[in-house]
């Protein structure tokens, strides 16, 4: 039976590295062939999927994209990309560093689902690829996790084993010592070895960039032209009155596009913004209404209804705080001869569905067009502007459509912040704060986190399957039971015992070598948590069998779980990272095993040094 898996295992392997098929197809293969072997009986090949780690991966990637619709990955992508100075090297710093240490308090994998969309959205800001930066993510988190006791469930494991056996266990900080020059290790070795092993790998994940499309928008589209800011004055007939009981488009040819509350009060339901004001919306003092009309127009409206005009030059900055936010946005589409708009008219300003879908620009033949009717024809090119749900719903109910871009893909790029914003983070620092804490299971925090974010709104109710990244999700199940049938065969402890039995009788070094060398292996397939609970006993007994302190072995055993560099099943955080960088099975292998060796010898002279074997 042992034969049998570690021919699995070596097939697997080799697919891996082959690349042609999916790994979480691959890692499927290798589930069914441990049943169909007889090594696993089904509740143990399909135990991966009840595991509490690839249910907590699944509810992370909810909370990332929590807080990438509610605009703090844009924001932070644009910070990072601002520091970084459009520098590629220094942006790789950032990010290797900021893993590494927020997964100090948070867990590997909360930490990459937080900062994946983030570094995707940064690294296509820089002008480089997702694939030059993603990796370092993944390895800075697995190095951070060193830095806290709570920070990789290796440590706890250890540490608990060492007070089960009466021996003080380690304090939180205390894996910093072993966990910061690991850490600096990485970002280090990724800052000037790494970066010229990274594959580039264009996935197409692009995201589309708010500020370069408003600048071609306003050269071409001509959409900051006509618009004006009036506010309604204390004297103005308008003051307490619904806007279709003055027909401002019928007597003064002016649309209103927004109105803005000059003195919010929510709790009376005057929200700060009306983005498309209805006939029955009632204007109130120190309203703001943001019109597009033609100079004389708007005039004469401003001098017959006692309005303020305010001077405002509409430039990119501007248009986009005015016309795009979370919830409202503005994209390009395409008319094809076949569309229902061919041969209608509308008015800029003007709605052209019932979805309330603004029409605020129309290019012809590379020139823009105005005037107050525009006949639609086939190939003319519209800039709408409505709500990002009602912009999707519209290809959906009108045919022969082509909206450029993705409206998913551009609201997420958003880096406007809003009250939604603010709930997002701080469902975000309730997570840190349960899991620092430990005031639950680790996966029941993550769980509640997770549906805090549906809750509120923060991700849309049929957003949340597509939120996901299911490749990840199901190689990580498909994968664990591999780590079960290790022990169940007993293989995994034939090998440990024969480590052991090699060099349980020469110098304490050279123990210490092998316990490293085997838990990494080891740790390249299994659970890195199953690692950990399988070779915590192997290294306490080899040191008590020498009649030397255990600290030193344990520790070895936490770091070099964590050190799973070279394969992308080693840690979940290497399998988070593989779809959206485009990675194959050899990249890990090429950019980890250095990382690794190096690993290996820094840790063989420090831990001796910190934690002596006497």
Request: hydrophobic share 50%; aromatic share 8%; glycine share 8%.
């Amino acid at each position: 039976m042992i034969t049998t898996l570690f021919i699995i295992i070596l097939v697997t392997v080799v697919l891996f590295i082959w690349g042609k098929y999916s790994p979480d197809v691959i890692a499927l293969g290798s589930l069914l062939a441990l049943f169909l072997s007889g090594i696993l009986t089904v509740p143990e090949a399909l135990s991966g999927f009840s595991n509490s780690t690839v249910v907590m991966i699944a509810a992370l990637f909810l909370v990332g994209e929590g807080l990438a619709r509610t605009g703090w990955t844009a924001l932070i992508g644009r910070k990072f990309v601002e520091m970084a100075k459009n520098k590629m090297s220094r942006l790789l710093v950032l990010v290797a560093s900021g893993s590494g240490t927020l997964s100090g308090f948070v867990s590997n994998t909360g930490t990459v689902a937080a900062l994946l969309p983030v570094t995707i959205a940064a690294a296509w800001g820089a002008g480089t690829l997702p694939s030059k930066l993603l990796l370092p993510v993944a390895f800075g988190s697995n190095a951070g996790g060193l830095l806290t006791l709570t920070g990789s469930p290796t440590n706890i494991i250890v540490s608990d084993y060492l007070r089960d056996q009466n021996v003080p266990g380690f304090s939180f900080f205390e894996f910093a010592l072993i966990g910061l020059p690991c850490l600096i290790l990485v970002v280090l070795y990724m800052r000037y070895i790494g970066t010229k092993l990274l594959p580039s790998v264009d996935t197409g994940n692009k995201p589309i960039n708010l500020d370069e499309e408003m600048h071609k928008w306003i050269s071409e589209f001509s959409i900051g032209e006509n618009l004006y800011r009036l506010r309604v004055r204390s004297m103005s007939p308008l003051l307490n009155t619904p806007i279709d009981q003055w027909d401002f488009e019928k007597r003064y040819n002016v649309t209103v596009v927004r109105l803005r509350r000059r003195h919010p009060k929510p709790l009376q339901g005057k929200v700060p913004f009306v983005e498309f004001p209805a006939g029955d919306t009632v204007m109130l003092y120190h309203d703001i209404l943001t019109v597009k009309g033609e100079a004389a127009d708007v005039d004469r409206m401003v001098l017959d209804l006692s309005l303020g005009l305010i001077p405002m030059e509409f430039r990119e900055d501007e248009l986009k705080k005015e016309f795009v936010n979370q919830e409202v946005g503005m994209v390009e589409v395409l008319i094809t001869p076949k569309s229902y708009f061919v041969g209608r008219s509308f008015k800029l300003g003007a709605y052209l569905s019932q979805f309330k879908i603004q029409l605020l620009g129309v290019n012809r033949q590379g020139a823009p067009l105005s005037g107050t009717d525009i006949r639609i024809k086939a190939g003319d090119s519209l800039i709408i502007r409505g709500s990002w749900e009602n912009i999707e719903k519209l290809k959906s109910v009108y045919e022969n459509l082509v909206i450029v871009g993705s409206p998913e893909s551009m609201a997420k790029n958003v880096d406007t912040l809003n009250t939604r914003s603010y709930i997002a983070l701080g469902i975000m620092a309730l997570m840190i704060i349960l899991l620092s804490f430990k005031v639950l299971p680790a996966v029941i925090s993550v769980m509640i986190c997770a549906a805090l974010m549906m809750f509120t709104g923060c991700i849309p109710w049929d957003k949340m399957y597509k939120s996901i990244g299911w490749e990840s999700v199901v190689m990580i199940g498909a994968m664990i039971p591999l780590g079960v049938a290790l022990q169940k065969t007993g293989a995994a402890q034939q090998i440990s015992d024969a480590m052991v039995a090699s060099f349980g009788g020469s110098d304490p070094i050279w123990l210490l070598a092998g316990l490293f060398m085997l838990t990494t292996i080891l740790s390249q397939t299994i659970n890195n948590s199953a690692t950990a609970v399988l070779m915590a006993p192997i290294a306490f007994m080899a040191a008590s069998g020498m009649g030397i302190s255990p600290r030193p072995f344990l520790m070895a055993v936490a770091v070099a779980a964590s050190t799973a560099y070279i394969t992308p099943m080693g840690t979940p955080t290497n399998a988070m990272v593989m779809g959206a960088g485009g990675y194959k099975f050899m990249d890990y292998v090429k950019v980890g095993t250095p990382l690794l060796i190096l690993t290996f010898v820094m840790s063989m002279a420090l831990i001796p040094l910190i934690w002596p074997f006497e």
